[in-house]
T-cell receptor, first 115, second 114 residues
Framework: NAGVTQTPKFQVLKTGQSMTLQCAQD?????MYWYRQDPGMGLRLIYYSASEGTTDKGEVPNGYNVSRLNKREFSLRLESAAPSQTSVYFC??????????????FGSGTRLTVV | AQSVTQLGSHVSVSEGALVLLRCNYSSSVPPYLFWYVQYPNQGLQLLLK??????LVKGINGFEAEFKKSETSFHLTKPSAHMSDAAEYFCAVSSNNAGNMLTFGGGTRLMVKP
């Protein structure tokens, strides 16, 4: 099925550990995004990639890095995890031309707990 | 800058009752407006969207929303709630000036009582 695939679905980390969240889309979309979702705060943009080869910071980029590996894949890395990074992480993609008309396609999320 | 406010983080209705979820936005340019639904432990799915044209838009599962420019609102309604409508709903705004990037409201959790 076409869509956005995120791995892993669940992860528990110890403070200070590192990990990479993977995201891949098979819709040939140009733009990809990483959001975090916390209770009562909606979704907050961490990083985005408007097109292959470009990445930009969003609202809450501190503590994260990203890589747009190719047009399909956009990974999010936590170099030294902190309890404040406990959250549900969503990857999304969209077609940049007329993106506003179509909105995003979301992955099913990664639930991360940092202890 | 654009922003979205969803009034009421929790809304409870009885099965068969009207559902009304409120969304107000701010945008300096004509907005694109979206409603997404999130069922437990799932990602967000598009319910409906307004871009241009008719201000009353219909979405999936019997939901609809009306864009009211004068009130800067895009409230979501459904005439008769069903138990399966219990979920979290997010309003979002986008615009050409924002690179078509979505800004989300804080979400409203809809509970449906039998």
């Amino acid at each position: 099925n076409a869509g956005v695939t995120q791995t892993p679905k669940f992860q528990v980390l110890k403070t200070g550990q590192s990990m990479t969240l993977q995201c891949a889309q098979d819709m040939n979309h140009n733009s990809m995004y990483w959001y975090r979702q916390d209770p009562g705060m909606g979704l907050r943009l961490i990083y985005y990639s408007a097109s292959e080869g470009t990445t930009d910071k969003g609202e809450v980029p501190n503590g994260y890095n990203v890589s747009r590996l190719n047009k399909r894949e956009f990974s999010l890395r936590l170099e030294s995890a902190a309890p404040s990074q406990t959250s549900v992480y969503f990857c999304a993609s969209s077609e940049s031309r007329g993106t506003g008309y179509y909105g995003y396609t979301f992955g099913s999320g990664t639930r991360l707990t940092v202890v | 800058a654009q922003s979205v406010t969803q009034l009421g983080s929790h809304v409870s209705v009885s099965e068969g009752a009207l559902v009304l979820l409120r969304c107000n936005y701010s945008s300096s340019v004509p907005p694109y407006l979206f409603w997404y639904v999130q069922y437990p432990n799932q990602g967000l799915q598009l319910l409906l969207k307004y871009t241009t044209g008719a201000t009353l838009v219909k979405g999936i599962n019997g939901f609809e929303a009306e864009f009211k420019k004068s009130e800067t609102s895009f409230h979501l309604t459904k005439p008769s709630a069903h138990m399966s409508d219990a979920a979290e709903y997010f309003c979002a705004v986008s615009s050409n000036n924002a690179g078509n990037m979505l800004t989300f409201g804080g979400g409203t959790r809809l509970m449906v009582k039998p």
